[in-house]
């Protein structure tokens, strides 16, 4: 696997080109000299955590054939502080399911995402972040 990062403008927008050619905008804060045109690295580690788990909760819940509607996680971190590198210290996702879903075939869905198959979700645990989720599911 390669991606390519390109400096955009004269701060720190940068431009991460996958393999195939999908692009993602980085960008620091205006806080640092930044223009804030793209997400920062750090949120990029949420969102990565997010769609990793998304992906398998959405297979499994097929493979199970579990009617989704809508589908949608918010993640919510906290960062150490006073500390550099400042490393996730806290992330919560909730997971929020709408369809003709059980609601035990949900969390278990989400259980073995968060704690066996999403990498980028070991990747952030394995780096000391205490992880935790939960599950709501409405089938309107």
Known sequence: MR???????DAFQIEAIAGNGKTIQFDGSLKIG????GV???QSLLMAMGSCSAIDVV??????????????????GEREADKEPSLWKTIHAHFKLQGKIDKDKALRAVELSMNKYCSVAATLRAAGAEITFDVSVTDR
């Open 59 to 76: 297979m499994i819940l097929q493979k199970q054939k579990q009617e989704i509607k809508d589908f949608q996680i918010s993640i919510d």
């Open 34 to 37: 930044g223009h804030d045109r």
């Open 3 to 9: 991606v390519e990062l390109k400096r955009v403008d």
């Open 40 to 42: 920062s690295p750090m």
